[in-house]
């Protein structure tokens, strides 16, 4: 099993990287036991602690679609989403069941696996396996010592870790993204410099693509693949042709696989709830916080919503800092020809994703996951060229080689640090250049805390509410989920941007007041409880603030009524 894993990965790497540059089958070896250890790395620091948050909003919505699977069948359940993860999470909540019914956990309470963790394992499953995937196309690309850096790169970097642990489509999204364009590649060098037949990597292309669709409705990602085709196509000694019928089983292969993926999408309540997303009908509010102030949040309202820099924000806070000087070393070399012409395939990549994501009104910080790759490898690129730079300036033969190396181990332990130090609540990662660990939880509230410490606040709630009290908050569905665990399924959990429901709050009733959950419908009502009451007590996430509770008594409900 291990000889052909090696084989595997052995396999993506580009003939000339070893005849060439005479890389002998000890160091194959060498290069599969680098993998393997950052793939099993990369997977513990993406599994560690994964109950420790509480889930979203946006994740209860998976656990009571997968809910609605298992009680009534393939349902429109979530329907504005594909079927792919929700699979997936069905099969790791059912085992996690099965487990947890043994006699082994019987008797070591301690080995029950939450909810949470059982909801977000298959994310940080393809979240790690994306390690490989970066590699083979960095290999591809540009040869093996940028893939093993942006692989690493990958492994370690707290915001890919954060997104893996999230119980959401992106992570899906990706990682079939990068496997199609594996098998994309790998068919253009078989096309291009050997006399076998391509057509197994394309057809696996359209399989992995069809997958990807399965995972997320984002099809426009096919256009990176398309672009980079396309551009060798005017080239007269090109032999990467697919021509009309090989395009056409392509697209079928697509579809095919799309449906057997995701067969919800036959369904009629499946398309009455994709068009009510599409319709902006499903953004339950009315903006988003950026930054200290407050945008509108709906994929209409182009320019006049979230900031169009809100990703490059993100480039430059949300990465350990080596990594963002890296890819500013590395980022003018992909317009330099020397590099070869695998760089049109990362530009690309930036470019189409750049207008798909940047543009639109709507964002939130997840949506990088599809384009965090590229970032890294630009910036495996760019420590590349530094080590080489330096070791060509160092005196004494005998150390300039060591330099890059040096170099590489330098960047790549930091993020390791940076992991670390911020684990097990990686979202809140904030780099030097940012403000560190002071500006957590300023740049991006929404997705930084992400309802994480509503498990804790209904936990306090429920031990202190007199019976039938009512809970109002941003994610009333969540506290009533959370409220049920706690065998507190009388509490009236109402939203706090109802007016009509927040006129019937009376003294002994509760409000909760979470970073990231401030809205143009709220605003005013957050302030005036900041102003002018005290919370009963206030959480953190780590350490930093994350919710305030307020007991309401008669002065509170004047600053509402």
């Known amino acids: 099993m291990a000889a052909r894993a090696e084989a595997i990965i052995t396999a993506g790497l580009r003939p000339d990287l070893f005849a060439g540059r005479g890389l002998l089958s000890s160091s194959r070896t060498l290069v599969f036991a680098a993998l393997v250890v950052l793939i099993v790395a990369g997977f513990g620091f993406r599994v560690s602690g994964l109950s420790v948050e509480g889930l979203s909003e946006d994740e209860l919505n998976k656990l009571n679609a997968v809910a609605d699977y298992r009680a009534h069948g393939l349902t429109g359940a979530n329907g504005e989403h594909p079927m792919l993860m929700k699979a997936f999470q ?20 301690a080995n029950h696996i939450a909810p949470e963790t059982a909801l977000r394992l298959p994310g940080t499953i393809v979240g790690a396996l994306s390690t490989l995937l970066i590699f083979l196309i960095a290999s591809e690309l540009f040869g093996v010592e940028v893939a ?11 915001s890919a870790i954060g997104f893996n642990r999230v119980a959401k489509e992106d992570s899906f999204l990706l990682f079939f993204f990068l496997l199609a364009n594996v098998f994309w590649l790998r068919g253009q060098r078989v096309a291009e410099s050997t006399d076998r037949n391509p057509n197994k990597y394309y057809w696996a292309t359209a399989a992995s693509y069809g997958a990807m669709v399965a995972s997320k409705y984002v099809p426009h990602l096919f256009a990176i693949s398309f672009c980079y085709y396309w551009m060798f196509q005017k080239l007269p000694q090109s032999r990467w042709r697919l021509g009309k019928k090989r395009i056409i089983t392509f697209f079928a292969i697509i579809g095919i696989v799309f449906l057997i993926l995701s067969p919800t999408v036959l369904l009629p309540e499946t398309w ?11 953004v339950s509010h009315d903006g988003y916080e950026f930054m200290n102030r407050l945008y509108t949040h709906r994929l209409n309202d182009w320019l006049n919503g979230i900031p169009v820099y809100f990703y490059f924000v993100f480039t430059a806070v949300k990465l350990p800092l080596l990594t963002v000087l890296g890819f500013l070393v590395g980022l003018p070399l992909l317009f330099r020809r020397k590099l070869g012409d695998g760089r049109y395939f990362i530009l690309f990549w930036f470019m189409l994703w750049v207008v798909a994501f940047c543009f639109p009104g709507g964002k939130f910080t997840r949506y990088y996951t599809t384009v965090l790759p590229a970032v890294l490898i630009t910036s495996a690129l760019g420590i590349q060229f530094s080590g080489r730079w330096l070791a060509s300036r160092v005196a004494g033969f005998s150390l300039k080689h060591y330099v890059p190396a040096c170099l590489t181990v330098i960047v790549i332990t930091g993020a390791v640090i940076n992991s670390v130090h911020v684990a097990p609540h990686f979202r809140l990662f904030t780099n030097s250049l940012g403000g560190g660990s002071a500006k957590a939880g300023y740049y991006f509230p929404h997705d930084e805390f992400y309802d994480a410490s509503m498990r804790d606040v209904m936990a306090q709630i429920a031990s202190r509410a007199r019976s039938r009290a009512r809970v109002a908050s941003e994610s009333p ?18 939203s706090l941007s109802d007016p009509e429901a927040l006129k019937q709050l009376e003294p002994g009733d509760f409000i909760i007041v979470a970073r990231g959950r401030r809205y143009f419908s709220n605003d005013s009502l957050i302030s005036s409880l900041r102003d002018h009451s005290q919370p009963i007590t206030t959480l953190n996430l780590g350490p930093v603030p994350s919710v305030k509770i307020y007991e309401l008594d008669q002065s509170a409900l004047a600053l509402i009524k």
């Open 272 to 282: 009455r709830q994709m068009g009510l997303f599409a319709g902006g009908k499903r």
């Open 148 to 158: 093993l850096i942006g692989a690493a790169l990958w492994a370690f970097d707290p």
């Open 90 to 109: 069905a099969a790791t909540i059912i085992l996690a069941e099965k487990w947890n019914s043994t006699s082994f956990v019987a008797a070591r309470p």
């Open 477 to 494: 569905s969540l506290a009533s989920y959370y409220a049920e665990r706690e065998q507190r399924a009388d509490l009236v959990c109402i």
